[in-house]
């Protein structure tokens, strides 16, 4: 590999108050994360798409040991994509290609975005249930929200009164979010998820299976008024479920595991929930965060991208009519994010990571 330290940085390193006393005492190994998350952030999730493809397909092989994969949205839909195949690349390769190539009509409705998801569901994971189900040492975890109050409606109008009515609440105070929503963790039957008793909001936790792997990952996902909402996952409490970025939009939870929580990430700060993203002040929990290593894409490198940033839902709108040039920019983001997993590979090789990391 090439050495790249002469380079402007790639990546922008991020550690909790543990994580960072722990890399002081020993260099970053594989055998010291048990837990990865993955963030709600829809095409984004493409534009480190190099990074998650060092991290798992070349690094965490090393000592293979179980480990937690807890997602939201296209976080989960990662993972899946990771635990689905022996080839953690050509899967992670595959699922930035099935993102990129959608294409939706203007004005398309929420019906019709919620049925191309599942057929890009199906082809990326059709077949691979039981490899995920099954997998030797990752143990899937998908975050989604049950709804409650008008927001388990599914007509327009009243949807969109019941999410006025939260984030003016969130407004006041995240946790007025438990009047609208409750967590769902759908985890892996042979582990619970990773984390300490969530106190913060009403939650549940069931078992994936084959029957509510794929309804789990689109709910996931199903931003509301954007796509439907997901009716009664077999196995989980009956309602409506929703997109889990709603309530864990950057997984700001509760870890509990014995080493580093490896955290590749779009940006290096985490936003507790999807309608905190406006609110400076609303920021990660340092407790909860102190076992943390987040590792993100540095502002040097996204200034070198097409359109200065990553890829994201908005270039739908912002390559309306152009959907060649919105794939052009994505596959050109999408190639470039090797340059993070090669930075990342050359920082644990060369034991210059600890000089990099900052306090998240």
Partial sequence: ??????????????????????LKEKPLSPEDVHVIPGAAGGPKALGISGLDKAIFGDWLPRVPQERSLIGSSIGSWRFAAVASSDDPKAQLGRLAELYTAQR????VSAAEVSRKSV???????GGREDAILNHPWYRLNVVVVR?????????????????????????????????????????DARLKAPLAKLVDFPSHEVALSRENLLPALLASASIPLVMAGVRNIPGAPEGIYR????????????????????????????????FDKSLPWRRGDATRLQDVLLVAPSKTYLESLPDRKLPDRKDFERYVG???????????????SDRLGDEFLELIETGRLTDRVRPL
């Fill in 147 to 187: 709804s409650l109050g008008k927001l388990a409606e599914d007509a327009r109008g009243r949807l969109g009164l019941g999410l006025m009515s939260a984030i003016s609440a969130n407004m006041v105070s995240r946790r007025h979010l438990g009047r609208f929503m409750e967590r769902g963790i759908i985890h």
């Fill in 1 to 22: 590999m090439t050495a790249i330290h002469t380079r402007e940085p790639a990546l922008t390193i991020r550690a909790g108050r543990r994580a960072l006393q722990r």
């Fill in 119 to 125: 057929l890009f569901l199906e082809e990326l994971l």
């Fill in 104 to 107: 939706f009509a203007k004005g």
């Fill in 243 to 274: 997109d889990g970025g709603l309530l864990d939009y950057h997984l700001d939870l509760p870890y509990q595991q014995p080493g580093v929580v490896l955290y590749p990430h779009f940006t290096d700060k985490v936003v507790p929930g999807w």
């Fill in 322 to 336: 152009d959907d060649a040039g919105r794939e052009r920019a994505w596959r050109s983001a999408i190639a470039e």
